[in-house]
Nanobody, 115 residues
Framework: VQLVESGGGLVQPGGSLRLSCAAS????????MSWYRQAPGKERELVAT????????NYADSVKGRFTISRDNAKNTVYLQMNSLKPEDTAVYYC?????????WGQGTQVTVSS
């Protein structure tokens, strides 16, 4: 089982990034997918969640209107489009696959928002 995040990096405030999480080794379409983030010295927090067919989506209040989660079950990939980035969005972003059975985490990708 693998969840491999990509797309992180350094961006100026107001900029955009698109994170991707490529899944393998399990039935991707059967899993609710989420993005979490963890800033230095802080607890890991839920950013966004998308259900199996993408019919229900939820966002943390701090990212509503700026971030968009989506998934492509044919490509076994979940995305996080991040616009209007702020310095407080700086964190390691993790992909998470949840189910009633085993759940899986990616290794994380660093997002740094700084001028």
């Amino acid at each position: 089982v693998q969840l491999v995040e990509s797309g992180g990096g350094l961006v100026q405030p107001g900029g955009s990034l698109r994170l991707s999480c490529a899944a393998s080794g399990f039935t991707f379409s059967s899993y609710v997918m989420s993005w979490y983030r963890q800033a230095p010295g802080k607890e890991r927090e839920l950013v966004a969640t998308i259900t199996r067919a993408g019919l229900r989506i939820n966002y943390a209040d701090s990212v509503k209107g700026r971030f968009t989660i989506s998934r492509d079950n044919a490509k076994n990939t979940v995305y996080l489009q991040m616009n209007s980035l702020k310095p407080e969005d700086t964190a390691v972003y993790y992909c998470f696959a949840g189910n009633v059975g085993p759940s899986y985490w990616g290794q994380g990708t660093q997002v740094t928002v700084s001028s």
